[in-house]
């Protein structure tokens, strides 16, 4: 199969693409967080498409991408008044919510849970593509399972390239990392199963009077995640990674003395970092060896580019990958979730 990449640009374009969701087939889209690789939500055929594009896990469920939130109505058995303010509130933007399913939802789409997750995406093209193919579109991120998730089309391409007929690219993702995902279905609380740019702080700003609890999963390996994206080994790079958190003069030491152990062990490690570290470790790194994410504590600019940090290195005579954690106030909480995830776990507290 030929992969084309496809910058839309008019009607004719998204009701191709929309031709090829409506009759079965992917397409892969932008969206603010990342791309997606999208199918007919309805059709269990095509979503079945999907985890064989991606060799995802079938109990693994996939998110329905709507296109206003008339159509979130459309895809639930019933709107929790909860997940009604969130989507009012945070919608068009990076939130999923968790819902009860419509009865039509094929269980492919909901990995056999009675419930599905629903977002309505902050970007023109998505909803458009949405819009034109009548029916909402189920995706997870385009990217091979476990991979880190793509944030540009030649990403996308890279991954899925004679998987899928059809890219469209709608440029770079403006936020880099997948959408906060709250479970309303529980009355009278929220519980926040995955981290991402709709914070817990917002939340809990806009709605003071309800707790926002925290899934145990994300803290304890041993529960079983409840949401998409968070069941299995997600965002590694080809080669380990380890991450080191805590404050910035103890991670520059750190950094410091284990690149030079690797170094001198033969090993060829990068270091992704934030400038001010990369500066004070510029002596004894070489630029071709680092990867700069921002300034620290600029979390915005460290979720923007921590995939492509993570795919940098891939294909280069890089062993190893060592990384300086963020903060788990407001985003950073979703940061330090992507790179626990990322490196299996291996992140040391300094």
């Not at 490690?269 to 400038?275: F, H, K, W």
Request: hydrophobic share 45%.
């Amino acid at each position: 199969m030929n992969t084309e990449i496809l910058h839309p640009t008019s009607s004719v374009d998204f009701e191709r693409a929309a031709g090829l969701i409506q009759s079965g087939e992917l397409v892969a889209f932008p969206t603010e967080t990342v791309y997606g690789l999208g199918a007919n939500g309805l059709d269990a055929a095509a979503c079945t498409r999907i985890y064989e594009a991606k060799g995802r896990p079938s109990d693994n469920p996939l998110i329905l991408h709507i296109a206003d939130l008339t159509m979130a109505h459309e895809v639930t058995s019933n709107m929790p008044p909860l997940a009604a303010h969130l989507l009012t509130a945070f919608a068009p933007g990076p939130i999923t919510v968790i819902l009860p399913k419509a009865a039509h939802i094929p269980d492919i789409v909901t990995g056999g849970l009675s419930t599905v997750g629903v977002r309505c995406p902050d970007h023109t093209a998505a909803r458009r593509l949405i819009r034109a193919a009548g029916v909402p579109i189920a995706a997870p991120s385009a990217n091979t399972s476990g991979r880190p998730s793509p944030t540009t089309a030649a990403m996308v391409y890279e991954d899925m390239a004679g998987r899928i007929p059809l890219i469209l690219d709608g440029g770079s993702c403006r936020l880099g990392v997948e959408s906060t995902i709250v479970d309303c279905t529980e009355e009278g609380a929220l519980t926040l199963l995955r981290p991402g740019a709709v914070t817990r702080e917002m939340i809990a700003a806009e709605l003071p009077a309800i707790e926002v609890r925290i899934d145990a999963a994300l803290t304890a390996a041993n529960e079983a995640p409840r949401a998409p994206g968070m069941k299995y080994t997600h965002y590694a790079p080809r080669v380990p990674l380890t991450v080191y958190a805590g404050m910035g003069d103890d991670i520059r030491a750190a950094l410091r003395a284990e690149f030079l152990r690797r170094t001198a062990a033969g090993e060829r490690p990068a270091v992704i970092a934030s400038n001010e570290t990369l500066t004070a470790l510029r002596a004894i790194i070489p630029a071709e060896h680092t990867y700069n994410c921002g300034a620290r504590g600029n979390h915005s600019a460290f979720a923007a580019c921590l995939y492509d940090a993570l795919r940098c290195f891939d294909d280069t005579d890089i062993t190893s990958l060592l990384a300086e954690g963020t903060g788990a106030d407001g985003l950073g909480l979703a940061i330090m979730n992507r790179l626990r995830k990322a490196s299996g776990g291996h992140v040391i507290y300094v």
